[in-house]
């Protein structure tokens, strides 16, 4: 099985911005925690993070014929990006949608998804653990 992982804005800065909310974890220790997983499940993965929407749309049509599945925590991109939206629909990739904080018990601009109807699933507030709970959907649902 190979997934695509992609991380939106501001991922880069866990473990120093609002740890209260994110926890102390940095994404250099969350990807080779993911990573550590994904090799006992034979998995193969491409991880990527980025700051800029169209990015993640190129990224998802360089990759959509490579990846059986992608994994994406779109951030702040999860409340308004059409485009990225579109850009999985366009895809036809099999997505999960995740966050590390539980969204739904956030502020209230933060509760809405307009990424999740295009997506399997959507798992948050799991810390790192949401990336594995995806992979482990990834695997019981091919």
């Known amino acids: 099985m190979r997934i695509l992982i992609i991380h939106g804005p501001n991922l880069n800065l ?10 102390k974890l940095t994404l ?5 925690y993911i990573r550590k997983y994904a090799k006992t499940k034979k998995i193969k993965l491409k991880i990527f993070q980025t700051n800029h929407e169209g990015k993640i749309m190129d990224l998802i049509a360089t990759h959509r014929k ?3 599945w992608l994994i994406i925590n779109p951030a702040a ?3 308004y990006s059409y485009a990225i939206r579109d850009a999985i629909k366009a895809a036809d990739i099999k997505t999960v949608e995740v966050h590390l904080s539980d ?5 209230s601009f933060r ?7 295009v997506c399997l699933k959507q798992i948050s507030g799991l810390e790192k653990n949401s990336y594995i709970k995806a ?7 091919k």
């Open 103 to 107: 969204i739904k018990n956030r502020e």
């Open 28 to 32: 250099k220790e969350i990807n080779s």
């Open 66 to 68: 490579w990846a059986h």
């Open 77 to 79: 991109f999860t409340h």
């Open 14 to 23: 866990l473990g120093e911005r609002e740890v209260e909310i994110y926890g």
């Open 135 to 141: 992979m482990d959907f990834c695997l019981n649902h």
């Open 111 to 117: 509760k809405k998804s307009v990424i999740l109807p």
